[in-house]
C-alpha cells in the first residue's frame, strides 16, 4: 500500500497527512504542501501509482491522503480535510 513512484508535476516529495489539498489542478502552494505535486487530476480525477508491492493501480486524488506515504503518516486525517470541488 506504499507508494512507490507515481505522477506528479515535479520529481518527487514527501508528503505530510496534514498538507492542504491545491485549490485548482495544477496549483503549487511551495514546499510546505508536497502533496501538491502528486495531488493532479493527469488521468481522470487522479494518477497512476506504482506501489513497493510492484502493483500498478489508479487512485483519486483526494485518496492520496489515505495512503501510507511512511511510518509516521496519519491515514485518519484525510477524515478531517475539506477537498476542495476539483477533487470529488
Known sequence: ?????LD??????GPHFDDTPP????QENDLSSEMDAFAIARH??????????????YTRAKDLWKLPWH???DVNAASNITFPAWMN
Open 1 to 5: 500500500m506504499t507508494p512507490l513512484f
Open 8 to 13: 506528479s508535476m515535479w520529481r518527487g516529495g
Open 23 to 26: 485549490q485548482f489542478n495544477g
Open 44 to 57: 481522470g480525477k487522479g494518477v497512476n501509482i506504482l506501489f513497493f508491492d510492484g502493483s500498478v493501480r
Open 71 to 73: 511510518r509516521q503518516y
